[in-house]
């Protein structure tokens, strides 16, 4: 069995890349990359849905904490954990297999302007069955900042150095499809 198939259940996802928007009705192309300590590689999957909503965006959910960038500027030995920005743990146990050319469903609200900004995104994929009641088969929460909407902390890193324009909200449901690895 290969990579393809291999199941895991510590899977995690980061939205690279997006672009979307709505003025009532509209659509979104996702590009996210899942990495799991269980799988050798990091698969990029493209995400194509529509729905409603306002406004638009364009950009990823990927950020820098200020509180990062500050501790830098005071200890230059300081190495921030970038590896870690933007990815988000996924419930489930599943495949790349698993998850090809199934639903995907995502809810994003959020602003930013050209180097600031706040976000929250949901997404889940969902295995579609003809003879089978369709089946969650993982789904995550991504907050930009991570603490967020906690207060204290989150005063101090809202908003967010991320690379995005936009504001607004949506509800998009589509299909996933893998493209290759990262």
């Known amino acids: 069995m290969g990579w393809w198939e291999q199941r895991s259940s510590r899977w995690q996802a980061c939205i690279i890349a997006q672009v979307g928007g709505a003025a009532i009705l509209g659509g979104g192309v996702f590009f996210m990359q899942f990495r ?27 950020s820098i904490p200020y509180s990062d960038i500050i501790r830098q500027l005071i200890n230059p030995n300081f190495h ?3 590896q870690d920005y933007g990815w988000s ?3 489930g146990t599943f495949s790349c297999q698993d998850i090809q050319r199934e639903k995907f469903d995502i809810v994003q609200v959020g602003a930013s302007a050209v180097v600031l900004g706040a976000q929250l995104c949901v997404f889940s994929i969902t295995d ?6 369709d089946r969650e088969l ?3 929460r991504i907050n930009v900042p991570s603490n967020l909407p906690q207060v204290g902390q989150a005063l101090m ?3 967010q150095i991320q ?3 936009g504001v607004g909200g949506f509800a998009f449901t589509g299909t ?3 493209i290759g690895t990262g």
């Open 80 to 82: 921030p954990p970038t």
């Open 36 to 62: 799991s300590p269980d799988i050798p590689v990091r698969p990029v999957f493209l995400a194509v849905a529509g729905g409603a909503g306002a406004g638009g965006s364009i950009g990823s959910a990927v």
């Open 89 to 91: 743990a996924l419930d």
């Open 138 to 140: 993982c789904s995550t």
């Open 128 to 133: 579609v069955g003809l003879f089978h009641p």
């Open 176 to 178: 996933i499809f893998y």
């Open 157 to 159: 890193d809202l908003p």
């Open 163 to 165: 690379g995005g324009l």
